[in-house]
């Protein structure tokens, strides 16, 4: 059985429209709700406090396959980085990925397989941005532009996600 996980976005949750089709198609994937979006909370606070709760989740097992979306695209990212061998691929949705949190001087690139989709019509993740951020951080990555927007819903619906997953 493989370790496949959904990280939601900044104002999502774990039983969200892309949470519920992932779940619909691998019946055992992780969908948590990570701490909710406040506007009283700074976004890099709560980003810690989300990354705590990732690790913590994702600690207990190797071999992860995980999914992003949007914030949760950067935490994703953020965690490979920082454990390469516990990751065994990542898919990321309209990844947020030019954050400070997050500059190509801090990390090395690494080898882990990395597939991309963003919207050509995203108004919220610039894509020109995040995929020149991607390009700096792995290796092995496939980068798709897509006619859909930040949400991705049409993309999402149209994905074969069995064969995006690695079956190695």
Known sequence: MQNI??????ESSGTGFKARLLKEIFPNIQTPTFKE??????MYDLLEVRMRELE?????KNNWIII?????GLMSVLYALQNPSKVK???LLAPFLESRKLKPRMYKPIDVPVTIFHGSKDNIVRYKGSKERAEKFFT???YNIVDDDHMLRHTVKLLNWENLILND
């Open 5 to 10: 996980i959904f990280v939601h976005g900044l």
């Open 68 to 72: 992003g979306s949007s914030f949760g």
């Open 89 to 91: 691929q990542l898919i």
């Open 37 to 42: 979006f406040d506007l009283n909370i700074l």
């Open 140 to 142: 092995n990555l496939k």
């Open 56 to 60: 913590s989740i994702l600690s207990t």
